[in-house]
């Protein structure tokens, strides 16, 4: 079964930056696209960040500029550095492959929460 394993995240002030994590198990990970979500309290969860299996990169509009997911296929994961952090970027942030997830193939992890201060 899918596992995945997200961290890095923690409480930082606007401005700063942070480099969140995720580990995946029990999937063909060079083959599938991977995608990092944030779901607020009080929102659904979006999908921010996207990486193709040969690596072309797609963002959200709110986070373009900021964000930068990249992949590391030696070691199954998948990263997201979020640099000039905003007080709407406070979530609970989640990776996936997308046509995984989107197909019920792939569960949540447990996320990690990123918390800005103004």
């Known amino acids: 079964q899918v596992q995945l394993v997200e961290s890095g995240g923690g409480l930082v002030q606007a401005g700063g930056s942070l480099r969140l994590s995720c580990v995946a198990s029990?999937?063909?990970?060079?083959?599938?696209?991977m995608g990092w979500y944030r779901q607020a309290p009080g929102k659904e969860r979006e999908l921010v960040a996207t990486?193709?299996?040969?690596?072309?990169?797609s963002y959200a509009d709110s986070v373009k500029g900021r964000f930068t997911i990249s992949r590391d296929n030696r070691k199954n994961t998948v990263y997201l550095q979020i640099d000039s952090l905003k007080p709407e970027d406070t979530a609970v942030y989640y990776c996936n492959a997308p046509v995984l997830i989107d197909r019920g193939y792939t569960k949540w992890g447990q996320g990690t929460q990123v918390t800005v201060s103004s």
């Open positions: 990486i193709a299996s040969g690596g072309s990169t």
């Open positions: 029990g999937l063909i990970f060079s083959s599938n696209a």
